[in-house]
């Protein structure tokens, strides 16, 4: 992909940013109850980063996933979650779990952010956020995304500081700004072992936690 490609994906995802944070959240209740410990994972069809369909179900064909939903790409929790993944991979692939992650990203800019990250599991692409509302992650209210921050509606003036002091950096404002993220570790054959629903950005599971659900889906 060019420079030029690049910039144009990354103009539509600054767009959907903006459009999303003016207009504030509007999916932060479930109307029906989610996917919980025990029930099977829904099994659908994403492309990969290299823009190839994958199935959910043939990562867990053999042995357990331990499957992240993540935030958008700019958001600051997406980066200190990544580097308190980074020590604890070895002891969660030790365990026996394949990492897969899903992304708000199209595959071409999923791809880049990847590469550039070092990100070295498989990376699926979710720009609709089907699997998102599949597994039940709502979206954060503004108390839990920008927190002490007095959001109001149509708020351009914040919204172009923001963007304007972040583009062309790691938190370059992209997609979806109230999407919560989450993580699950399902056992091989699909059964969900963990279901972790993120309350706010920085609302990570403990590694001990996910290498219990591991442990369980083994046995």
Same mark, same amino acid.
């Given at each position: 992909?060019?420079?030029?490609?690049?910039?144009?994906?990354?103009?539509?995802?600054?767009?959907?940013?903006?459009?999303e944070f003016l207009? +504030?959240?509007?999916?932060?209740? %479930?109307?029906?109850?989610?996917?919980?410990? +025990?029930?099977r994972a829904p099994d659908l069809t994403l492309p990969d980063s290299?823009?190839?369909?994958?199935?959910?179900?043939?990562?867990?064909?053999?042995?357990p996933v331990h499957l992240v939903f993540t935030?958008?790409?700019?958001? +600051?929790? %997406?980066?200190?979650?990544?580097?308190?993944?980074?020590?604890?991979?070895?002891r969660i692939a030790e365990a026996g779990a394949t990492l897969v992650a899903v992304c708000q990203a199209d595959p071409p800019r999923a791809a880049v952010v990847a590469a550039r990250r070092g990100y070295d599991f498989r990376l699926l692409c979710d720009p609709e956020l089907v699997a998102y509302q599949a597994y039940g992650l709502p979206e954060?209210?503004?108390?839990?995304?920008?927190?002490?921050?007095?959001?109001?509606?149509?708020?351009?003036?914040?919204?172009?500081e923001w963007t304007a002091s972040r583009r062309g950096t790691e938190r370059t404002l992209v997609d979806?700004?109230?999407?919560?993220?989450?993580?699950?570790?399902?056992?091989?054959? +699909?059964?969900?072992?963990?279901?972790?629903?993120?309350?706010?950005?920085?609302?990570f599971p403990l590694t001990e936690v996910l290498l219990g659900a591991i442990a369980a889906?083994?046995?």
């Open positions: 992909m060019t420079d030029a490609e690049h910039a144009a994906l990354q103009q539509v995802a600054e767009e959907t940013w903006t459009r207009a +504030g959240p509007t999916r932060t209740r %479930l109307t029906e109850l989610p996917p919980q410990d +025990g029930d290299a823009g190839r369909d994958r199935r959910l179900s043939e990562f867990w064909a053999d042995g935030r958008h790409f700019g958001c +600051g929790c %997406l980066a200190d979650r990544w580097e308190q993944l980074r020590p604890a991979r070895a954060g209210v503004p108390a839990t995304i920008t927190q002490d921050f007095p959001w109001r509606p149509d708020d351009t003036e914040t919204s172009e979806h700004p109230w999407q919560l993220p989450g993580k699950f570790v399902i056992a091989a054959g +699909g059964r969900i072992m963990l279901a972790h629903r993120a309350q706010y950005c920085e609302d889906a083994r046995a």
